[in-house]
């Protein structure tokens, strides 16, 4: 696919089952990546680059409540929001990344703003919030990114006494990956982390190299699962690494890098392009909602089973 370009999206991997969800919620998902999908997919097809594509999509699923990223944000257990993000670009590495954010409407714009205008890689908490002040990005009122249903669910993990990862999580995090016509590739990762997350826990999604990667050698990532074991395994440079030095297609790349997440009792999925065109998804998870589009005509929006 010399000129082609392909896009890939996910908006979290879990116990995404019909019974789950509910036909609302899944109608609403289906139509935010949809729409996310259009918006990347437009770029791209204008001959946009894989960066701008990947900033577009995300922030179409970061404003829709149905996704834990931006408005619909996982409560911490302090009953707060806090979000993380990440963007990286493949032609030279350069990436950028937000933690702990309160304000920032749009988190991985302002880790876009750290990569171009800081000499930073990744900025936390109120040092994060005072770099947007002067970035120009939208802020808004914290209540922003409540919704009802998060709350819920906060409140039905402090009920039961439970912690972050028990058993049945539904993690909602986003993400996008692309190649251009151009045969460039990006990344972008946006989340609230996980619901009861304390101590300004920060996960898998704006760590480079975890959460999220892109290498033009290689191939772009990004994960959603259950963090710490991301973290602990590499998962983005490490599927970059097993397709650039041990050869591997991304399809088997992503499947061994998930099995050593499973082997540290994690679960989760994964999205994947390479400079050839391959567009994957893989997860250990029951579903993942995710879609993905090329200029071969490819559509597709899909939320349950099969891997
Ligand atoms: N991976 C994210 C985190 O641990 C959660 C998710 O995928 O929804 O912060």
């Known amino acids: 696919m010399t000129d082609g370009w392909s896009l890939v999206l996910h908006g979290g991997a879990g116990t995404i089952t019909p019974e789950r969800i509910g036909a609302g919620a899944e109608a609403g998902a289906g139509e935010a990546l949809a729409r996310a999908l259009d918006a990347g997919s437009a770029i791209l097809d204008a001959g946009g680059a894989a960066l701008d594509a990947v900033e577009a999509a995300v922030r179409v ?5 149905h996704f834990n990223a931006g408005r ?9 929001n806090e979000l ?5 670009r493949g032609t030279d590495r350069a990436a950028g990344s937000v933690a702990g954010l309160t304000r920032v409407r749009n988190p991985v714009s302002l880790a876009r703003r750290v990569m171009e205008a800081s000499p930073h890689v990744l900025l936390a908490g109120a040092g994060a919030e005072e770099f947007a002040a002067g970035q120009g990005v939208e802020t808004v009122d914290p209540a922003w990114f409540a919704v009802a ?4 669910q906060l409140d039905e993990l402090l ?10 999580m539904k993690y909602g995090t986003v993400g996008a990956v692309a190649r251009d016509r151009q045969g460039h590739l990006a990344a972008a990762t946006s989340t609230g982390g996980v619901t009861g997350k304390r101590w300004g ?12 990667y892109a290498d033009d050698r290689a191939c772009a990532v990004s994960c959603t699962g259950s963090g710490e074991q991301f973290v602990r395994v590499g998962v983005g440079h490490e599927i970059a690494a097993r397709i650039r030095l041990a050869g591997e297609d991304a399809g088997a ?10 082997a540290l009792g994690g679960t989760g999925g994964v999205i994947v392009v390479t400079p ?6 893989r997860f250990i998870t029951p579903g993942m909602y995710r879609a993905r589009a090329t200029s071969a005509g490819l559509r597709e929006v899909a939320l349950y089973g099969e891997a």
């Open 61 to 65: 699923l970061e404003d829709d409540p």
């Open 72 to 80: 619909g944000a996982a409560f911490t257990r302090a009953g707060t």
């Open 84 to 88: 993380d993000a990440a963007i990286m």
């Open 149 to 152: 249903e998060r709350r819920r």
């Open 159 to 168: 009920a039961r006494g439970g912690d972050a990862f028990d058993v049945d």
């Open 201 to 212: 826990r920060i996960g898998d999604s704006p760590l480079i190299g975890a959460g999220t």
């Open 253 to 262: 790349a992503a499947e061994a890098a998930l099995a050593e997440v499973r």
């Open 276 to 281: 050839a065109g391959e567009a994957i998804w």
